[in-house]
């Protein structure tokens, strides 16, 4: 492991550089560590209940596309049937991947998920690569695109039936953007209460695209579904990209397990929050299919780019204005909850000395990881305004699917590595066998149907390499470029009002 990018005789509280606080505001103790004032430690807690933790899971899952295009698995399976089928195996499966994380969550009781995970079976070069790929590319385009989602829907009521300018669009999503980090930087208990109402709400809106579908199809109303198996229209060699498309919808059950420090009673928390949360996403994903095909044929939802609204407009009326309200809130959820899970992720790998030391301290009075909350906001903000952000995304898919393969196989490793390791909560092996050969089956599938790109994003991922070695592996910086990195996080601790947590 490498030296700490700042050594810790060069820590100091914030009231040794910066203006004298309040008496009703943190100060330091003779130990030098700071504490508020009611003797409560500075660091984040266990603050994430069960029901907290399922919103943050249910809230990152359910993003904008079962609302708006929900076509891609219906395209590639050629059959309502066949696209049922398929929404049904995805959720199997991805309850197969969330259970083996839920293993690794109870058995390595560390924040940061799939970092932390790959540190502590690999090792820390291949767990850089990971960190590496997440910083400078995965992340800041992942919530570049939810948050073009959320700024395209929120203000579409407002222009509605003209188009949205380019520019309003992306100054509502900077705004967007900037409200969710800063929400995030300012109370951890506000932010998870918020992603609790917009969890609620978000499937609110799925329960009235449900209700009305399925009350028609009581009625009777089953004409679509004749021939919902027809093997004329059935292609079978655009089964496995169904299948992608639909992993790629469930993708975000691994969240929860970013931040398992926090977690109250994480032995229970943990696996109840992941089986009972993706019970409801798989049962919202195909009650929300069966209730569109009810009243809309395959043609029609394939000829759409918004199946929520059309439904809305033959059942409704003017309701259907109320649903770019409904997608902007779940946008606004899925941005909360992945700053609110990825931040725990850097924070660890600062803890671990891959990131500088000042991204694991903690605000003195809010108790929130506001450096580590704020480290996607500038490559998030440059990519959202002069970034190819889809292009990037395909480049980097593949490597999504890589890494949380790897993580998988790594807890069949040490079933057979380490034994005797305490494990609170224990899955059949079936279960991370099955999940790790449809990991790298989609990881094989990337590579045959776009070899350029996902070559391309390859490519990125192998620039860690040279990056591992520079930035960790030679530890012997020459003393000017040390005092400077010295400097640089004594300066930010200043200005951040940030310390190391108290263990």
């Not at 500075?42 to 708006?68: D, E, N, W, Y």
């Not at 800063?182 to 499937?203: E, G, H, M, P």
């Not at 059942?315 to 809130?329: D, I, Q, W």
């Not at 000017?480 to 990195?485: A, E, V």
């Amino acid at each position: 492991m490498t030296k700490r990018c700042a050594s810790s005789q060069n820590h100091r509280s914030v009231t040794d550089y910066g203006p004298k606080m309040s008496q009703n505001e943190s100060q330091s103790n003779p130990d030098g560590k700071v504490q508020d004032e009611d003797k409560k430690k500075v660091g984040l807690g266990k603050k994430v209940s069960l029901l907290r933790g399922m919103s943050i899971i249910i809230g990152t899952i359910i993003g904008a596309g079962i609302f708006i295009s929900p076509k891609g698995i219906l395209m590639h399976s050629g059959s309502i049937g066949m696209s049922l089928i398929v929404w049904i195996g995805c959720g199997v499966v991805s309850l197969f991947g969330a259970l083996s994380y839920a293993e690794l969550g109870t058995c390595i009781k560390k924040s940061g998920g799939h970092y932390t995970y790959i540190m502590e079976i690999f090792g820390p070069q291949m767990a850089f690569l990971r960190l590496w790929v997440d910083l400078i590319a995965i992340r800041p385009a992942g919530m570049a695109v939810i948050s073009l989602a959320f700024g395209q829907y929120i203000l579409e009521p407002l222009f509605m039936p003209c188009p949205i300018p380019p520019v309003a669009v992306k100054l509502a999503t900077a705004i967007g953007l900037t409200t969710v980090m800063s929400l995030n930087s300012t109370s951890v208990t506000w932010s998870a209460r918020i992603q609790i109402f917009l969890t609620i709400s978000k499937l609110l809106a799925i329960a009235i695209i449900i209700v009305p579908g399925l009350y028609q199809l009581f009625r009777g109303n089953t004409r679509n579904f004749d021939n919902a198996f027809e093997f004329s229209n059935m292609k079978l060699q655009g089964m496995p990209l169904a299948f992608y498309s639909g992993m790629y919808a469930y993708a975000g059950w691994f969240y929860l397990n970013f931040v398992t420090e926090e977690l109250e009673k994480p032995e229970r928390t943990l696996p109840l929050a992941i089986c009972l949360s993706m019970l409801i996403v798989t049962c919202c994903y195909v009650l929300t299919n069966v209730a569109y095909y009810t009243v809309m044929s395959a043609e029609e939802i394939l000829t759409t780019d918004a199946v929520a609204v059309v439904f809305a407009e033959k059942l409704m009326g003017k309701f259907s204005m109320a649903v770019p309200v409904f997608v902007a809130l779940s946008c606004f959820g899925s941005m909360n909850g992945c700053i609110f899970a990825l931040s725990r992720m850097f924070l660890v790998a600062s803890r671990e000395g891959q990131l500088p030391e000042v991204l694991s301290m903690i605000h003195v009075r809010r108790n929130t990881p506001l450096p580590a909350v704020f480290i996607l906001y500038p490559m998030t903000m440059f990519q959202l305004f002069v970034g190819d952000i889809y292009s990037l995304l395909n480049f980097m898919s593949f490597l999504r699917w890589l890494f949380i393969g790897v993580v998988v196989l790594g807890l069949i490793y040490l079933r057979y590595k380490k034994p005797n390791l305490p494990r609170p909560f224990k899955v059949p092996l079936f279960i991370p066998v099955v999940f790790c050969l449809a990991s790298f089956f989609m990881v094989f599938l990337s590579l045959y149907s776009d070899p350029v790109n996902t070559g391309i994003g390859f490519a990125i991922s192998l620039t860690g390499i040279p990056a591992y070695f520079i930035f960790i592996y030679f530890n012997d910086r020459p003393k000017w470029l040390q005092r400077s990195l010295d400097s640089f996080n004594r300066t930010l601790q200043v200005i951040l009002e940030v310390v190391p947590a108290e263990q």
